[in-house]
T-cell receptor
Framework: GNSVTQMEGPVTLSEEAFLTINCTYTATGYPSLFWYVQYPGEGLQLLLK?????DKGSNKGFEATYRKETTSFHLEKGSVQVSDSAVYFCALSATGGGADGLTFGKGTHLIIQP | EPEVTQTPSHQVTQMGQEVILRCVPI?????FYWYRQILGQKVEFLVSFYNNEISEKSEIFDDQFSVERPDGSNFTLKIRSTKLEDSAMYFCASTGVGAASYNEQFFGPGTRLTVL
């Protein structure tokens, strides 16, 4: 079946540090890939997406590149801020179709210290 | 900006009772979903709904669960006889149709269900 594996947290960084959160996936076919963010007490917000191999999704300084050869979609940011503290979820949609439920990783709790 | 809304934000119930969780998806969206997140665990897909019927469901979505779109705006999840293990955060989501959406789902803030 489909699965998403992401690095365990919490990840603690100082402000302005470089961030990488690893995500690898297992899926048949050509899934769409997503990063969602969950701030304390809130729901899931779509951060970025990529729908085919070599696509780069980007938003708010975050980037992730869809690597089919390594089945990865690692999240990166060059300089993190305290406001980036949240839980980050990597997810896939196996078919990209509307009926398809998303498969999520376990989430990575990111803590940014001033 | 349009958003998915959910009510209530927190529901406490006794084991064996029925609960109904309510969602208002984004108005021009046509696919609707329910997910749950048990505390400290991953977000899990329950069911998708399109054109007034279930499109897909997971193994979690057994006979105790049902979904309904009773009118043009609400989308509900009913749990007939709650168990302790149903305690979780339940998220509703919706998405549009067409190639541009690529199943980009928009989530509500969640309902925390506590079964005592």
């Amino acid at each position: 079946g489909n699965s998403v594996t992401q690095m365990e947290g919490p990840v603690t960084l100082s402000e302005e540090a470089f961030l990488t959160i690893n995500c690898t996936y297992t899926a048949t076919g050509y899934p769409s890939l997503f990063w969602y963010v969950q701030y304390p007490g809130e729901g899931l917000q779509l951060l970025l997406k990529a729908t085919k191999a070599d696509d780069k999704g980007s938003n708010k300084g975050f980037e992730a590149t869809y690597r089919k050869e390594t089945t990865s979609f690692h999240l990166e940011k060059g300089s993190v801020q305290v406001s980036d503290s949240a839980v980050y979820f990597c997810a896939l949609s196996a078919t990209g179709g509307g009926a398809d439920g998303l498969t999520f990783g376990k989430g990575t709790h990111l803590i940014i210290q001033p | 900006e349009p958003e998915v809304t959910q009510t209530p934000s927190h529901q406490v119930t006794q084991m064996g009772q029925e609960v109904i969780l309510r969602c208002v998806p984004i108005s021009n969206h046509l696919y609707f979903y329910w997910y749950r997140q048990i505390l400290g665990q991953k977000v899990e897909f329950l069911v998708s709904f399109y054109n007034n019927e279930i499109s897909e469901k997971s193994e979690i979505f057994d006979d105790q669960f049902s979904v309904e779109r009773p009118d043009g705006s609400n989308f509900t999840l009913k749990i007939r006889s709650t168990k302790l293990e149903d305690s979780a955060m339940y998220f509703c989501a919706s998405t549009g149709v067409g190639a541009a959406s690529y199943n980009e789902q928009f989530f509500g803030p969640g309902t925390r269900l506590t079964v005592l």
